[in-house]
Nanobody
Framework: QVQLVESGGGLVQAGGSLRLSCAAS????????MGWFRQAPGKEREFVAG??????DCSDSVKGRFTISKDSIENTLYLQMNSLKSEDTAVYYC???????????????????WGQGTQVTVSS
């Protein structure tokens, strides 16, 4: 079992920055693949960024603005969000997958563990 706890969300003005953190505990050997998703009301959960070992992937909507990183020793996942836009407003979820794949999964059903989410609200 893996427990994921997100933090760092909040209210920020458009153009501002936030850094999200995800602390993993439990069987952290099952967090070889980790990612960030977001979900706005009435919308499907959307892939934001993922990391597998040192390979990284991110959605087109956040390329150049968001950066995913991981501290493997502290078992903490980060998402640095810069140049935030109102359309970035959503609940952001940390996710982990226990089984290795050849590429970073971008589908929510491919992940096994989820945090409770942290709200990010971008005002204009």
């Amino acid at each position: 079992q893996v427990q994921l706890v997100e933090s760092g969300g909040g209210l920020v003005q458009a153009g501002g920055s936030l850094r999200l953190s995800c602390a993993a505990s439990g069987r952290t050997d099952s967090t070889y693949i980790m990612g960030w998703f977001r979900q706005a009301p009435g919308k499907e959960r959307e892939f934001v960024a993922g990391i597998m070992w040192i390979d990284k992937d991110c959605s087109d909507s956040v390329k150049g603005r968001f950066t995913i990183s991981k501290d493997s020793i502290e078992n903490t996942l980060y998402l640095q969000m810069n140049s935030l836009k109102s359309e970035d407003t959503a609940v952001y979820y940390c996710a982990a997958r226990g089984l290795r794949t050849r590429s970073t999964p971008i589908r929510a059903p491919d992940y096994d563990y989820w945090g409770q989410g942290t709200q990010v609200t971008v005002s204009s």
